[in-house]
């Protein structure tokens, strides 16, 4: 047998190794859903894709390297086709190697999750197995940046893929993502829901479970392009950036659309907002201003004032300490009238986030900018870190800042002078005494700007702030309040 033959060979039978099953290839597509290589090959860049450990047999995974937008790549691909990408220990143990490259080397991961269950074939030493997985997952975190699309089901353990990531993706129709399997959790409850109504897409971002979804599986590619465009390789390296936008450009002074106000605030076509279904008081982006890749926190007065719930203060606790993990610097345009006056059996889990919340923003060492646009009230300013959590703030002449809104303040200390004064009169005069002139001249601002230069001064902060230097006290860690 000659060379050219040898290798025909070879190739032929790694064909054989590496072709998944035809009726469930077959069964992804009628779905609309792409096979594992197909993921992999619309996700990198054309001819770049490198696989690890190919021929290794019966792992259901496809893992490898390559460049997207020609930035290296870690990639892990559970492949459905083949066996339902059941889980088992050299499934695991495939994994392992690629994290402990991306470890060294200081590169993204991106994980496809998509199987159907552990391999019933195996003992609980697959278990063992997938904690040693989860448990390098953890220690990643804050080292590359991990994001996870949960490309078909993720039942129990599986579920720790997106859970333990930094953003998480769901595509719509085909994500299951549960801690039981569907047949468990309808058995326990008494229900007979389908599978969507409890571990879809939609319930998925109502739960803050996933910080986006896709319509499709091309989306889901797309979406973690959008994602990885923002963040840097690594802890050690810096945020790409982009040049696009006047540096100059005014914003339209309007503290009243949250969403609005961060768009124009940011570059141009520069905005990536994160769990858009959960917390509706605060909205999440990752964002880029004057160039520079940051975190966006905006308050949204067009849903209950801005107040604050749990889910609000926990979303915007995992974006500060997701830039605080990268080096990306935190805008945060605080308009909230308060926290929720929370059910007495939530009451707890809304202290507890709060607390989290003002956590994440003292614990941060990266930039944090701050810009007082309308309220901040009471609580809402202390979860926020306040003045004292801001390396620069600024104020809008008309923010207020104060431990309660007006109305609650003339109804609190001056009912006994609605009988002689005005309402309204009161409630301006209580304004007054906490606007942005007031807050400066307290020390809470450091200068009362013109609301339509506010991209101005956001940039010209993050300029003198790019040498921060804030170095945390030597410990093993705090202890968030979780």
């Not at 994001?147 to 129709?173: H, Q």
Request: with cysteine; charged share 20%.
């Amino acid at each position: 047998m000659t060379q050219n033959e040898q290798l025909q060979a070879v190739l032929d039978r790694k064909d054989a190794l590496l072709q998944g099953d035809a009726e469930k290839t077959k069964t992804q597509h009628t779905r609309g859903s792409k096979t594992a290589r197909e993921r992999v090959s619309e996700l990198v860049d054309a001819g770049s894709f490198v696989e690890t450990e190919a021929l290794k047999r019966d792992t259901g995974v496809v893992t490898g390297y390559g460049l997207v937008d020609e930035r290296p790549v870690y990639i892990i691909a559970q492949d459905i086709t083949l066996k339902g990408a059941a889980m088992n220990a050299a499934q695991a143990d495939k994994m392992l190697n690629l994290l402990s490259r991306a470890k060294k080397t200081g590169a993204p991961v991106v994980i496809f999750a998509d199987a159907e269950g552990f391999s019933v074939q195996e003992d609980a030493r697959t278990l063992t197995a997938y904690a040693a997985v989860f448990s390098c997952m953890s220690r990643l975190s804050g080292v590359t940046p991990l994001i996870t699309v949960t490309a078909g089901p993720c039942f129990g353990v599986a579920a720790n893929f997106a859970l333990l990531s930094d953003v998480a993706i769901a595509v719509e129709k085909t994500t299951l993502l549960m801690p039981v399997s569907p047949l468990v959790m309808n058995a326990t409850a008494g229900t007979t829901l389908q599978p969507e109504e409890l571990g879809g897409a939609g319930v998925l971002a109502h739960q803050g479970a996933v910080a986006l979804v896709a319509k499709d599986d091309a989306q889901s590619t797309r979406l973690v392009k959008s994602v990885l465009a923002y963040l840097p390789s690594s802890n050690r390296e810096s945020a790409p950036m982009h040049n696009g936008d006047d540096l100059n450009r005014l914003v339209a002074p309007d503290a009243g659309d949250g969403l609005a106000l961060a768009q124009d605030v940011a570059d141009q076509n520069a905005t990536l907002e994160l769990y858009t279904d959960f917390g509706m008081g605060l909205r999440t982006f990752l964002a880029r201003v004057g160039g520079q890749p940051c975190g966006i926190i905006a308050g949204e007065p067009n849903r209950d004032a801005g107040r604050l719930d749990a889910p609000s203060c926990q979303k915007a606790a995992r974006l500060v300490r997701l830039c605080d993990c990268y080096g990306l610097p935190v805008v945060s345009l605080v308009n909230s009238a308060g926290l929720t006056v929370p059910q007495f059996s939530d009451q707890a889990a809304l202290m507890r986030s709060a607390a989290q919340l003002n956590y994440a923003y003292a614990e941060a060492t990266t930039a944090k900018i701050t810009v007082f646009v309308g309220n901040a009230i009471g609580a809402a300013y202390v979860a926020m870190g306040g003045r004292g959590a801001a390396d620069i703030a600024f104020a809008w002449p008309s923010a207020m800042i104060a431990p309660l809104t007006r109305e609650a303040a003339v109804q609190t200390f001056a009912a006994d002078r609605l009988k002689d004064e005005d309402r309204a009169s009161l409630e301006e005069k209580y304004a007054l005494s906490a606007d942005g002139l007031a807050i400066a001249s307290l020390g809470l601002a450091d200068d009362v700007i013109d609301p339509i230069e506010t991209r101005k001064h956001i940039i010209a902060a993050m300029e003198l702030l790019c040498s921060k230097q804030d170095e945390a006290p030597a410990r093993e860690h705090g202890n968030m309040p979780l």
